[in-house]
T-cell receptor
C-alpha cells in the first residue's frame, strides 16, 4: 500500500519561497496528489491538486517529477498567515485508498 | 465554507459507553468521509460513504460503525468507546470520488476517560 512521508516541520522567513516535499511510493499513473492547509481548531482546506508535471494556481504550485515517487508544494512568498500544517493526500484507485501524510508544520518567522 | 456541520464539537465520555457523532451537509454531495486525527499520524480514514446506505471501510475502521440513511447525514458510532479512540474526528464531503477536493468540517474533539 502506498504511504506518504513528509518532513515534520519547517521554518521560513517572510517573503521567502517554501518548498514542502511529500514522498509517495507505488502510485499509479492516474492517481492524484492533493495538498491541504490546516489551521488550529479548523478542518483542512484544499490548496492544490495534480497528477503530473506542474500545476499552478493563485496561491501555490505543485511539482510532480516523472517517476511520481514524490511531489513538492511550492509557496512562492510566504507571509505570517501561512503558518499552518500542510498535508499531502494521495488518492489511489478506490475511494477507500486515501492516504494523508503526517503533515508538515510550517512556521513563518517575521 | 462548504455547508458541513459536525456535532457535537466537543464531548467527554467514559470507557465502555456508546458514542455517536453526526455530520450534516447542505451541499448534496455524494461522498462523505470520517477521519480521525492524532499527533504523529496525521489524518486517517475511518469509513466513507458513496451514497445512501452505501458505505465502506477505510484504513482504521476497527471499533467504528457508520450509517447514512439520508444524503445529508453521515453518522459515526463508537459502540463501546475505548481510551484509544480519544481523538479529533473530522467529517469531509466531495461531489464524487477520485480527483475531487474534499471539504472538511471543523472537527469534533472526543475525550474518552
Amino acid at each position: 500500500l502506498a504511504k506518504t512521508t513528509q518532513p515534520i516541520s519547517m521554518d521560513s522567513y517572510e517573503g521567502q519561497e517554501v518548498n514542502i516535499t511529500c514522498s509517495h511510493n507505488n502510485i499509479a499513473t492516474n492517481d492524484y496528489i492533493t495538498w491541504y492547509q490546516q489551521f488550529p481548531s479548523q478542518g483542512p482546506r484544499f490548496i492544490i491538486q495534480g497528477y503530473k508535471t506542474k500545476v499552478t494556481n493563485e496561491v501555490a504550485s505543485l511539482f510532480i517529477p516523472a517517476d511520481r515517487k514524490s511531489s513538492t508544494l511550492s509557496l512562492p512568498r510566504v507571509s505570517l498567515s501561512d503558518t499552518a500544517v500542510y498535508y499531502c493526500l494521495v488518492v489511489l484507485t478506490g475511494a477507500n485508498n486515501l492516504f494523508f501524510g503526517t503533515g508538515t508544520r510550517l512556521t513563518v518567522i517575521p | 465554507d462548504a455547508g458541513i456541520t459536525q456535532s457535537p464539537r466537543h464531548k467527554v465520555t467514559e470507557t465502555g459507553t456508546p458514542v455517536t457523532l453526526r455530520c450534516h451537509q447542505t451541499e448534496n454531495h455524494r461522498y462523505m468521509y470520517w477521519y480521525r486525527q492524532d499527533p504523529g499520524h496525521g489524518l486517517r480514514l475511518i469509513h466513507y460513504s458513496y451514497g445512501v446506505k452505501d458505505t465502506d471501510k477505510g484504513e482504521v475502521s476497527d471499533g467504528y460503525s457508520v450509517s447514512r440513511s439520508k444524503t445529508e447525514d453521515f453518522l459515526l458510532t463508537l459502540e463501546s468507546a475505548t481510551s484509544s479512540q480519544t481523538s479529533v474526528y473530522f467529517c469531509a464531503i466531495s461531489p464524487d470520488r477520485g480527483p475531487q477536493p474534499q471539504h472538511f468540517g471543523d472537527g469534533t474533539r472526543l475525550s474518552i476517560l
